[in-house]
C-alpha cells in the first residue's frame, strides 16, 4: 500500500508565498506522475501542475509563471513552489500520484493525499 501525505499550507497574505510538500510512501518502485489538484469549496477540483517521470511540467493557465512544480524522486516527494499568490488561491490543495508498485507491470496506480489548506488574504 502507498501512503501519501501533503504540507506546508497554512495563511498567507495576497503577494506572499508557501512551498507545500507531498511525500509518498509504502510498497513504490517507481512514481510516474505527481500532479497537484485544489479545490475550492463549490468548484470543481482543478490540476494546477504535473511533472511526469522526464520533469515534463503542466500548469493551470491561472498559475502559469507564479507557481513552480519540482520533483526528488531518492525522496518519493514533489514540491509546489507558489508565488505572488492571490485570494484566488484559496482552496485545499491535493497531490496524487501515480505509482508503479513492481517491476512486473507499467501499470501504475493513483493515490491521493488527504490535502492541505492554502488561505490567502487581501
Known amino acids: 500500500q502507498v501512503h501519501v501525505v501533503e504540507s506546508g499550507g497554512g495563511l498567507v497574505q495576497a503577494g506572499g508565498s508557501l512551498r507545500l510538500s507531498c511525500v509518498a510512501s509504502?510498497?513504490?518502485?517507481?512514481?510516474?506522475?505527481m500532479d497537484w489538484y485544489r479545490q475550492a469549496p463549490g468548484k470543481q477540483r482543478e490540476l494546477v501542475a504535473r511533472?511526469?517521470?522526464?520533469?515534463?511540467?503542466v500548469y493551470a493557465d491561472s498559475v502559469k509563471g507564479r507557481f513552480t512544480v519540482s520533483r526528488d524522486d531518492a525522496k518519493n516527494t514533489v514540491y509546489l513552489q507558489m508565488n505572488n499568490l492571490k485570494p484566488e488561491d484559496t482552496a485545499v490543495y491535493l497531490c496524487?500520484?501515480?505509482?508503479?508498485?513492481?517491476?512486473?507491470?507499467?501499470?501504475?496506480?493513483?493515490?491521493w493525499g488527504q490535502g492541505t489548506q492554502v488561505t490567502v488574504s487581501s
Open positions: 509504502g510498497t513504490i518502485f517507481r512514481i510516474n506522475t
Open positions: 511533472i511526469n517521470s522526464g520533469d515534463r511540467t
Open positions: 496524487n500520484v501515480a505509482v508503479r508498485l513492481s517491476s512486473v507491470t507499467l501499470l501504475s496506480n493513483d493515490y
